[in-house]
């Protein structure tokens, strides 16, 4: 039974703490290197058990986060948002009580009020994903780089990676039998960038992206910069709709969430 007084508003009743309810989005980042992925799961520690626990310590009530995305185990998020409601004022050092609570592995960069409706995952127009190579065995490095043979060509990789541009259709680049609705996709970034001799990264932005599809990606631009495809080969991959066509998936450690886009309009002015 929810306490509080009970309201009629448009032809509905609603009780004050509905009606004083607001919603708030939360910015953050993590290491995802010993977590069991992002969201909650019934064996294993996560960011988000960590997120709630800690939120349910400072308010004292349990609080319900809501993940623009899921990244999966040993992924990293530069920045990940969340949403949750709360009916009360939130304590100005919220977000500095928190990160006092939260392992060092999370860091909260911000917590702002949003639009009533405003939803963390459905809302976004815009997620980008950054993996990261390196041909050096360097220990600071071992669990934002996954390591790899020199010699990779980045000219045919990006040749490649020209051709997951526009909306299409990544199933050939999807885990298979999971609950995904449609698996098109909308990439209007896509390309290797070189930073030095020993590292490099692949920058990729969509409007959405589907379980496991990064990875997937990367570990067939691989085959690609190794000379086991050739760019017509992988929009062969892509046009065939079929996983088993594409490579194996890249290793988790190099691949982070750095980026996620929102409308001006969910946010109060």
């Known amino acids: 039974m929810v306490n509080g ?14 009606v004083n309810r607001k919603r ?13 992925g992002s969201q909650t799961q019934p064996n294993g520690n996560t960011v988000q058990s960590e997120l709630e626990a800690a939120f349910a310590t400072i308010l004292r009530k349990p609080v319900a986060l809501t993940f623009a995305g899921r990244t999966d185990a040993g992924v990293h998020a530069e920045k990940m948002v969340a949403h949750f409601d709360w009916e009360n004022t939130l304590p100005a050092n919220l977000g500095n009580r928190l990160n006092a609570l939260l392992p ?10 949003v639009a009533e409706s405003a939803h963390a995952r459905f809302d976004a127009t815009s997620r980008t994903y950054r993996y990261r190579i ?8 071992y669990h934002t780089h996954a390591r790899v043979a020199p010699g990779l060509d980045f000219e045919a990789m990006n040749e490649a990676a020209a051709l997951l541009l526009g909306i299409q259709d990544f199933s050939s680049f999807c885990r298979a039998h999971t609950d995904t609705k449609t698996t098109i996709c909308d990439v209007r970034e896509a390309r290797w960038v070189q930073e030095n001799e ?37 929009a062969e991959v892509i046009a065939a709709h079929d996983r088993k066509r594409a490579g194996h998936s890249a290793p988790a450690e190099g691949l982070a969430l750095v980026q996620i886009t929102y409308p001006e309009n969910i946010y109060p002015e």
Do not use: C, S
């Not at 007084?5 to 509905?18: C, F, S």
């Not at 060092?104 to 009020?113: F, L, M, S």
């Not at 390196?134 to 490095?141: A, G, I, Y």
């Open 24 to 36: 708030y989005f939360i910015f953050f980042a993590y290491d995802g290197t010993n977590f069991h």
């Open 198 to 234: 020993t590292e490099a990264y692949f920058v990729i932005t969509a409007n959405r992206f589907l379980r496991n599809m990064v990875r997937a990606v990367v570990g067939t631009l691989f085959e690609v910069g190794r000379g086991r495809m050739t760019p017509q080969l992988f």
């Open 104 to 113: 060092d592995t999370i860091a909260v960069e911000g917590i702002v009020p």
């Open 5 to 18: 007084k009970w309201y009629m508003v448009n032809d509905q009743m609603v009780n004050d703490q509905m």
């Open 134 to 141: 390196t041909t050096r065995k360097n220990p600071f490095t």
